[in-house]
């Protein structure tokens, strides 16, 4: 079972820039494919980006792509997500999620576990 850990959210002005970190804590698989979901008040929770458990493969949702850079840490299993050119619209709870598998994972039903949020939200 893996515990995921997220940290780095926060109160941002419009424009401005936030680091999330996720750490992985377990006993499973040495490496795993993660990825960064969000859900804003009375929304779904929608996929924001994935990264393979090398992280030579990585993916965006439209919505943030060219803003939010996914990518690996040197630890095991830990994964960031850059968002620079912050909107009021990305204001959510984010969610970090990890997979056991090594390929880049898009749906959130192939995640297996899941960290409890960091709430980011951006002011206008």
């Known amino acids: 079972q893996e515990h995921l850990v997220e940290s780095g959210g926060g109160l941002v002005q419009v424009g401005g820039s936030l680091r999330l970190s996720c750490a992985a804590s377990g006993r499973t698989r040495l490496s795993m494919a993660m990825g960064w979901f969000r859900q804003a008040p009375g929304k779904e929770r929608e996929y924001v980006a994935g990264i393979s458990a090398s992280g030579g493969s990585t993916h965006y949702a439209d919505s943030v792509k060219g803003r939010f850079t996914i990518s690996r840490g040197t630890t095991r299993n830990t994964v960031y997500l850059q968002m620079n050119s912050l909107k009021p619209e990305d204001s959510a709870v984010y969610y970090c999620?990890?997979?056991?598998?090594?390929?880049?994972?898009?749906?959130?039903?192939?995640?297996?576990?899941w960290g409890q949020g960091t709430q980011v939200t951006v002011s206008s």
């Open positions: 999620a990890a997979g056991d598998n090594e390929q880049l994972l898009l749906l959130s039903n192939e995640y297996d576990y």
